[in-house]
């Protein structure tokens, strides 16, 4: 498994988003075009939130 793909589940388990142990192996799945638009569109909610500090 290469480096990229390592860094991203340790970045995950670090911020308590990885919970199930079998991603290690699925982690080449291709996710649908809708799962990636959703997070796409939860990214850009919260980067634009008002509700968030000014610093």
């Given at each position: 498994m290469?480096?990229?793909?390592?860094?991203?589940?340790?970045?995950?388990?670090?911020?308590?988003?990885?919970?199930?142990?079998?991603?290690?192996?699925?982690?080449?799945?291709?996710?649908?075009?809708?799962?990636?638009?959703?997070?796409?569109?939860?990214?850009?909610?919260?980067?634009?939130?008002?509700?968030?500090?000014f610093?």
């Open positions: 290469d480096d990229r793909k390592l860094e991203l589940l340790g970045r995950l388990s670090r911020l308590g988003i990885k919970k199930d142990p079998q991603w290690l192996e699925r982690l080449d799945e291709p996710a649908p075009l809708w799962v990636v638009l959703e997070l796409m569109m939860e990214l850009m909610e919260q980067r634009e939130s008002p509700h968030q500090p610093d």
